[in-house]
């Protein structure tokens, strides 16, 4: 009887105990459904939003060396590349005629282009294109007619450029124009400077019958200073001389000139000054030589849209050429300079080679590209 009782108040107190554990996890279960409820709410701009603690990381515990060192520290500065340096022979002593080049130096058009140009005048103006064939200088100026009679014999020069585009030179003779000039001329004892006076002028000036006779004076090399040789009497006239200079100095001196242009004497317009490089070599060096180009063509724009600072520039970096005899000759240079350079003009070349095919100087013709090349084409 007693075992059957305590049988029942087992079975009892299990009830209560099963009955206790399902009223708790209801409970339970109805405050999940509340928080549910509340996170189900979409959130505005008002929503308060906690963050838990421990998503965060206070300041204080980020130590400075954490900090990344190469924030602090600037990268190293790119060092330019070096400049290719090129050497350039002048054709004369430095004057007005060569400001493209002074320019370009001056205003950092060269270096722009990688470039370092140094710019050197010769002991004796007939030694540039020797010194280019033989490649002591790698850029050498000159004439066109000089051009011509060197490839002719087998120099290894052409053209790249063009400085000034109408000759420079010309007959500068002693004293007034004469009444009967074409036989006081034939008379005359002529000096020269380079080629170009040697080969063209005087053949035209001097009849082949007047140079055969005795008393004939055989032309004289004036080298690198024809207007000693005027003043001095070494020659009655200079067969190219630069007539932007050699006039105004004679006539400091109270010494009376005149001109014969060189169209006078039916020689075919051609450059006056041209840049010359190896032949050999222009089209392995062409992007040297279109770099160079580029910059002399820069140069040039300069000067003619800005004159009086060009001048300014080139006689505050080379003071010899602050002169009343350069400043004259100033503007005249201006409209000769050409602004493009690397242009050539295919017409003036094949033109100049059949003048001297004419004139028994040479025994055939050379074709263009042996003359005279554009490099930004090559």
């Given at each position: ?20 554990l ?55 500065a790119?060092?330019?590349p ?12 430095l ?52 051009l ?9 020069i ?20 004469q ?26 000036l ?40 050699l ?100 017409h003036?070349?094949?033109?100049f ?26």
């Open positions: 009887m007693l075992r059957c009782r305590s049988r029942q108040w087992h079975f009892a107190l299990l009830t209560v105990i099963v009955t206790l399902l009223f708790t996890s209801v409970c339970h279960a109805d405050s999940d459904d509340q928080k549910n409820d509340q996170t189900a709410i979409p959130l505005t701009l008002e929503t308060v939003v906690v963050v838990p603690p421990s998503l965060w990381t206070p300041i204080e515990d980020v130590s400075e060396d954490e900090v990344p060192t190469m924030a602090l520290t600037p990268a190293p790119l060092e330019p070096p400049l290719k340096n090129i050497t350039l022979m002048l054709d004369w002593y004057s007005p005629q060569h400001a493209a080049l002074v320019v370009a130096k001056e205003r950092g058009y060269y270096a722009a282009q990688g470039l370092e140009v140094d710019i050197q005048s010769p002991a004796d103006p007939s030694i540039a294109i020797k010194l280019l064939t033989a490649g002591e200088v790698d850029l050498a100026l000159t004439r066109q007619p000089l011509h009679l060197y490839a002719h014999e087998g120099a290894p052409i053209r790249i450029a063009t400085l000034i585009e109408t000759a420079l030179t010309a007959v500068v003779v002693m004293g007034p124009e009444l009967d000039n074409a036989k006081n001329l034939a008379g005359l004892h002529y000096g020269y400077t380079t080629r170009e006076g040697l080969n063209l002028s005087i053949p035209r001097v009849p082949r019958s007047v140079q055969q006779t005795d008393d004939f004076s055989a032309p004289q090399n004036l080298h690198f200073d024809p207007t000693r040789a005027l003043r001095e009497g070494q020659a009655d006239a200079v067969a190219d001389g630069f007539f932007h200079y006039p105004p100095q004679l006539a400091t001196e109270g010494i009376t000139t005149h001109l014969i242009r060189f169209e006078e004497l039916d020689i075919p317009r051609h450059d006056g000054l041209v840049v010359l490089a190896n032949s050999d070599s222009v089209v392995r060096r062409a992007d040297t030589w279109s770099r160079f180009t580029t910059a002399i063509e820069e140069a040039s724009n300069w000067i003619v849209e800005n004159h009086d600072a060009a001048w300014a520039l080139l006689t505050a970096t080379h003071p010899v050429l602050d002169n009343d005899i350069n400043a004259a000759a100033w503007q005249d240079i201006l409209r000769r300079m050409a602004l493009s350079p690397a242009a050539v003009d295919s003036r070349y094949t033109a080679e059949t003048y001297l095919l004419q004139m028994g100087l040479i025994d055939d013709t050379l074709p263009l590209s042996r003359l005279a090349v554009d490099p930004h084409v090559l």
